[in-house]
């Protein structure tokens, strides 16, 4: 058994990431990065394709835009192993074999996927390759026998399902994965512009890792706040408050801040200048990522590079996982 701590991440590449990712996940992947963990950042193309089988061009696009954002806000190709899924056939073959493992009424009760189903509206008509995408990201991590897995906290109940399948499997086939375990962000997840329960790339309600400065002003003004809070002299509240929500997070001067919050609750401080506060620090945040993510825009053949040589890479460690799991089940016959 394999006892190596061992870092894998993914995205699936629907649309640029946001400051929620940050936040939720990049964040961590970056920490890690510094610690000397080994990381596999994984581009989840067949995950995606499970709810945009229509719109393979949409996935394909975002391949590279996903992988920039990444290396952008500053994961290191010479350190982090970039690759893309469906360029692993390891892991759809390791994913058959544990659809085996794995129950309907199981799937059908993931929390993740039951809240992802209900806002796409599927009801029955899901399609079995969604339902069962638990199953295939068992299979992305235990392909490389990763324990460390940083991810948003939504992604939890799928993370789980991955320990049921290590379980299972070991009891079956004797001992050949180690159980994994989360990475979860400190910050609590970052809610939508409008104050809606999660910024998300569907719901149009993010700040994106390259949004321009006049956007970042933009979305900030639109920033839901108290909505009672009407005229400057009025008291305002805290709570709810999208604003002070984003700088919480982002500002890293907390005793202004706390000077601000007291003065905004007893009134005397505009809505309008505490979003330009946050629009600066925002900018102050983004504005290097957005730079570094430019110098990639221009070298898309540098980008590709990278994810060719991770793939590459990824792939050596894919087979040898296979080599194992075939034994294991007794499927070894030449
Ligand atoms: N499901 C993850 C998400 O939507 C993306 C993902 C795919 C992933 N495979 C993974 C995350 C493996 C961690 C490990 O964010």
């Known amino acids: 058994m394999n006892t190596k701590k061992r870092v894998l991440t993914g995205d699936r590449p629907t649309g640029k990431l946001h400051l929620g990712h940050y936040v939720g996940s990049l964040q961590n992947r970056l920490r890690l990065q510094s610690e000397h963990e080994q990381i596999f950042c994984m581009i989840a193309d ?7 089988a229509d719109h393979p061009e949409k996935v394909r696009k975002n391949v590279l835009e ?7 806000v500053g ?3 010479d350190k982090t192993v970039f690759f893309i899924q469906s360029h692993i056939p390891e892991i759809a073959e390791l994913t058959v074999l544990f659809m085996n493992l794995v129950t309907l009424a199981r799937l059908k009760r993931n929390p993740t996927v039951k809240d992802e189903m209900k806002q796409k509206g599927y009801g029955e008509d899901v399609p079995a390759g969604f339902l069962a995408y638990p199953i295939s990201q068992a299979a992305d991590i235990l392909t490389f026998h990763a324990n460390s897995i940083p991810v948003g906290e939504d992604q939890l109940p799928v993370l789980e399902q991955t320990n049921e399948i290590v379980t299972k499997f070991n009891s079956l086939y004797g001992n050949l994965f180690s159980k994994i375990e989360p990475v979860l962000s400190t910050v609590p997840r970052l809610v939508g512009v409008d104050g809606g329960a999660k910024a998300g790339k569907s719901l149009g309600n993010a700040i994106y890792l390259s949004d321009s400065k006049e956007e970042i002003m933009r979305k900030v003004m639109m920033m839901y706040t108290d909505p009672d809070h009407i005229r400057m002299e009025m008291p305002g509240k805290i709570e709810g408050n999208v604003v002070f929500t984003y700088l919480d997070v982002f500002d890293p001067d907390k005793e202004t801040m706390q000077i601000l919050k007291t003065k905004y609750s007893q009134g005397g401080l505009g809505d309008v200048e505490i979003k330009y506060r946050l629009v600066d620090i925002l900018e102050n945040f983004i504005a290097p990522i957005r730079e570094k993510r430019i110098e990639y825009e221009c070298h898309p053949e540098m980008v590709l590079r990278i994810l060719e040589e991770g793939t590459n890479r990824a792939r050596e460690i894919a087979k040898e996982t296979m080599c194992e799991v075939k034994k294991a089940i007794g499927l070894d016959y030449f």
């Open 75 to 77: 994961l290191d190709p």
């Open 66 to 72: 996903i992988t920039m954002d990444n290396l952008a």
């Open 46 to 52: 067949l995950q995606a394709l499970t709810d945009h």
